[in-house]
């Protein structure tokens, strides 16, 4: 079962440009969190904000979540060509799990 | 300074096959997970351990086990090995309770022929 949506699902950018993308959930968390992926390869944590945090930074990133529309959305800027990847949120319940959305693909073009 | 490793990146497997992926991390965590990633579907989790000897599904555990006898390693195991199982499959660790990050392996990358 998939808790998030990441909106865009693709995202193309030139260099210097900020881009944010934007997760939607279901159900009530504990926590939501960032992750980025190149390709082939696992995935690297970025940030995690917990349910009752309403914005997080940590360097380029920024990140904010709204309980109350169950959206979150993660802002990198002056995107550099090595952030061309794909970033999933996922969240956490009571139960521990996290649950993974579907991702959104990022490319910058240098 | 790798701290969950995967022990093939790429692995060949016949149908029908016993096939077992290994993941093993020094960080001393609790929890343990494997996932696997398919184009269209994401990230699905297949079963998880929040301690040694203990398992519990996860939404798509079918044609698959586990084994956690001790702390730092996480098997997975495909019974009998068949083409639908040809995926990307992740393993990843987190400190006990629901607060932390995970740490993911790089991924092994699985074809049954």
């Known amino acids: 079962s998939q808790q998030g949506e990441e909106d865009p699902q693709a995202l193309s950018i030139q260099e210097g440009e900020n881009a944010t993308m934007n997760c939607s959930y279901k159900t009530s968390i504990n926590n939501l969190q960032w992750y980025r992926q190149n390709s082939g390869r696992g995935l690297v944590h970025l940030i995690l904000?917990?349910?009752?945090?309403r914005e997080k930074h940590s360097g380029r990133l920024r990140v904010t979540l709204d309980t109350s529309k169950k959206s979150s959305s993660l802002l990198i800027t002056a995107s550099r060509a090595a952030d061309t990847a794909s970033y999933f949120c996922a969240t956490t319940g009571n139960t521990g799990k996290l649950i993974f959305g579907q991702g959104t693909t990022l490319q910058v073009k240098p | 300074d790798v701290k969950v490793t995967q022990s093939s990146r790429y692995l060949v497997k016949r149908t029908g096959e016993k096939v077992f992926l290994e993941c093993v991390q020094d960080m001393d965590h609790e929890n343990m997970f494997w996932y696997r990633q398919d184009p269209g579907l994401g990230l699905r989790l297949i079963y998880f351990s929040y301690d040694v000897k203990m398992k519990e599904k996860g939404d798509i555990p079918e044609g698959y086990s586990v084994s956690r006898e001790k702390k730092e390693r996480f098997s997975l195991i495909l019974e009998s090995a068949s083409t639908n199982q040809t995926s990307m499959y992740l393993c990843a660790s987190s400190l006990g309770g629901s607060l932390g990050g995970y740490t993911f392996g790089s991924g092994t990358r699985l074809t049954v022929v």
């Open positions: 904000i917990r349910s009752n945090e």
